[in-house]
């Protein structure tokens, strides 16, 4: 009784560890989606401060 309580258990253990997983890459994909909209907010941010400095940068000189 004793060895067919421990596979039991260590199938318990893996089906859990295998929904920890399972949650753990579902949450990394959120973050990593978070992770490149802010990569893009922050390439158009760099963008209009380009183009804002030089706009500046054209008046200053006239």
């Excluded at 309580?5 to 949650?23: N, Q």
Aim: aromatic fraction near 4%.
């Amino acid at each position: 009784m004793g060895l067919s309580e421990r596979i039991w258990a260590a199938l318990t253990a893996m089906v859990k560890l295998e929904d920890k997983v399972s949650r753990q890459a579902e949450a990394l994909k959120a973050q990593q989606e978070k992770i490149e909209n802010l990569t893009g907010r922050v390439i158009r941010l760099e963008a209009q401060f380009e183009l804002l400095t030089a706009a500046a940068m054209v008046r200053k000189l006239r």
